[in-house]
């Protein structure tokens, strides 16, 4: 058995990760009031951009969103951070989730399916693909377990992007939609949270 976890950064931050912490609040408080409301997810075939942002903060067991408020929490105070602007920050999640929505809607559109969909993965895997375009050296503490042996250790944020991104990638072109986890989202919210980086974030970067 392998397994691989990011949790947290080994950066110092230098403040408070508040939109991070409102985020997953958020997350948690809507778990509790209303898990699985079919008000809040996403029907690809309307295209409501109300609804991309509501489904990507409902889950639909605590398996679910644990997980994802995990990996949420390994990346995003670092980006919050790096980006420096609350309204910046908050609005890139945001494109985030439209774009994430929009391509699952242009996926649905294609193939003919047209599940409902909800969950922080994409806004997560744009998170992921923000720190690889801004911190590509930032350092991951990632718990890795392999037969005996089990630590953290410190991954780079470049080289987590690319492995996660490019599994399920891998897991889309062999398995589709089949496992229920909905891959398309996670590609295309990795994908455009690098481009959301490289397009509105370079002169920041600099």
């Given at each position: ?201 370079g002169e920041h970067k600099k």
């Amino acid at each position: 058995m392998f397994i691989a976890i990011p949790h947290s950064t080994s950066l110092i931050l230098g403040g408070r990760p508040y939109v991070t912490w409102a985020i997953m609040a958020i997350c948690l408080i809507i778990h509790i009031l209303a898990s699985a409301s079919e008000s809040l997810m996403y029907f690809p075939d309307t295209w409501n951009p109300f609804t991309m942002l509501t489904a990507s903060v409902a889950h639909a067991d605590w398996e679910h969103i644990i997980f994802n408020l995990i990996f949420f929490y390994a990346f995003s105070p670092m980006v919050e951070m790096a980006i420096a602007n609350a309204k910046r920050f908050i609005l890139a999640l945001m494109a985030i989730a439209f774009a994430v929505g929009t391509t699952y809607s242009l996926f649905s559109l294609i193939t003919g399916d047209y599940f409902p969909t909800l969950g922080l993965s994409g806004v997560v895997f744009g998170v992921v693909g923000l720190s690889a375009y801004l911190l590509p050296r930032a350092r991951v503490v990632t718990f890795v377990w392999f037969l005996a042996f089990a630590r953290n250790i410190y991954i780079p944020a470049w080289i987590l992007a690319v492995w996660y991104i490019g599994e399920d990638i891998l897991d889309m072109y062999e398995y589709g939609m089949s496992t229920g986890i909905n891959f398309i989202s996670h590609i295309s919210g990795g994908i455009a949270g690098y481009m959301i980086g490289y397009f509105y974030f370079g002169e920041h970067k600099k």
